[in-house]
């Protein structure tokens, strides 16, 4: 690969795709204490939590406190995940640096998510717009668009369909837009094709990607991504999450194995990785009980180590 970034971002998104797809609640001192580590590790971007109703996912009811305290740490832009207008104006009230709102490109698993069409998602980011330009709010817009590999209730997404909602959403409103392997289905080669036709559609204002590891391709997908342009990945410490349409799903991209592997090759990412795996051994213990995920833990960071791997 050529002309590729000197360095890339990490966006930790365990505290929210992470812990909404597991049983256990883990209390707010927790997670505060988790952001603050993940802070002093390094991390800028941290995905707090979600704007949802707390009986639907209990596990998200603490997102406007999570937030708050994320807000007096120096340089962490700190963002949420926002299903509609309701939600949009609570990260718009918390000041969130970002607001992301999920779109799939699957019209079943649309329905079966969000109880909307994709259009009909569109047409909620436009207001969201609407509402964050009345406020005078600085908070950014994310159009994540979901399983644009492949849909365990659909099947088969084609690209095109993915690229319309994608350019729909730039023209309703979005600052950003990013592109998600909800279900697992992506391969390399799938990546860098679409990566590089979003990138061609929306420039700059393509911003991250999303891969789970349900198929163990996610680090793959991620190294095929950079090669397409993306600059930023979300990931979950241990690759805690996944979603409930995919029936043994392992979960998210491990952070700590993205981050390991993107030193490794050189890129900056800012995180100090003996930092991150020991906040990862406190996090596990709050999970006792969970599977977790990853193999940088197991093996450790290697003797001869590049200074890149330790900040």
């Not at 909404?20 to 707010?28: G, L």
């Not at 600052?175 to 080669?189: E, H, I, K, Q």
Request: with cysteine; net charge neutral.
């Amino acid at each position: 690969m050529s002309n590729l970034p000197a360095s890339v971002i990490v966006r930790e998104v365990g505290l929210r795709d992470g812990l909404q797809s597991i049983a256990t609640i883990m209390p707010t001192a927790h997670k505060i204490e988790w952001i603050g580590a993940a802070h002093a590790a390094g991390q800028r971007e941290i995905e707090v939590g979600s704007f949802v109703p707390a009986r639907l996912l209990p596990q998200m009811a603490d997102t406007a406190e999570l937030l708050a305290f994320a807000n007096t740490l120096p340089g962490l832009r700190a963002s949420v995940l926002v299903p509609n207008l309701k939600g949009a104006e609570r990260a718009i009230d918390g000041r969130a640096h970002l607001m992301i709102l999920p779109l799939s490109a699957s019209h079943q698993h649309s329905l079966a998510n969000l109880r909307k069409t994709p259009d009909e998602v569109v047409a909620e980011l436009g207001r969201i717009r609407a509402a964050r330009d009345s406020a005078g709010s600085a908070t950014l817009i994310e159009g994540g668009v979901g399983t644009a590999f492949g849909c365990t209730l659909q099947g088969r997404v084609e690209q095109e369909e993915v690229l319309r909602l994608m350019q729909c959403l730039l023209d309703a409103g979005a600052d950003r837009v990013s592109l998600a392997d909800t279900v697992g289905y992506a391969d390399p080669r799938a990546v860098r094709e679409l990566c590089e036709k979003a990138i061609a559609i929306a420039g700059e204002r393509f911003c991250c990607g999303h891969f789970h590891d349900t198929r163990g391709m996610a680090l793959a997908n991620a190294y095929a991504a950079l090669g397409a342009g993306v600059t930023r990945f979300d990931a979950s410490l241990a690759g805690i999450g996944g979603c409930p349409h995919a029936p043994g799903a392992s979960g998210n991209a491990a952070t700590e194995d993205l981050a390991y592997m993107l030193a490794s090759m050189g890129f900056d990412t800012g995180i100090d990785l003996p930092r991150l795996l020991a906040l990862r051994a406190r996090v596990a213990g709050w999970l006792k009980g969970e599977t977790l995920h990853g193999a940088l833990h197991l093996a450790g960071l290697p003797k001869h180590q590049p200074c890149a791997l330790a900040a």
